[in-house]
């Protein structure tokens, strides 16, 4: 079982930055591959970022550039930083975690964070 809160939403203009953290308890977190997904209204959910055990990471196309994703295992949290934000990034970003080596799907989702960029 996995649990995972996310934290630091909250409103922002275009050209500024945020930093969202997800803290996760549960089962070996620091092996676990862990992701961010968001979701506006009115859309389908999107894949954000996704980052492995040792730290590799992967990005979405539209997020590629912009946003860092990060993790501190002793802390059992991991971190999206998102710079030169736009009011095409508003949404609902979640926190999700990877169960298994080959998974290509989350196991485990947070609650959600809303962010909104302003023009």
């Known amino acids: 079982q996995v649990q995972l809160v996310e934290s630091g939403g909250g409103l922002v203009q275009a050209g500024g930055s945020l930093r969202l953290s997800c803290a996760a308890s549960g089962r070996t977190f620091s092996r676990n591959r862990m992701g961010w997904f968001r979701q506006a209204p009115g859309k389908k959910r999107e894949f954000v970022a996704r980052i492995s055990w040792n730290g590799s990471t992967y990005y979405g196309d539209s997020v590629k550039g912009r946003f860092t994703i990060s993790r501190d295992n002793a802390k059992n949290t991991v971190y999206l930083q998102m710079n030169s934000l736009k009011p095409e990034d508003t949404a609902v970003y979640y926190c999700?975690?990877?169960?298994?080596?080959?998974?290509?799907?989350?196991?485990?989702w947070g609650q959600g964070t809303q962010v909104t960029v302003s023009s």
């Open positions: 999700a975690a990877y169960i298994g080596e080959f998974a290509t799907n989350p196991s485990y």
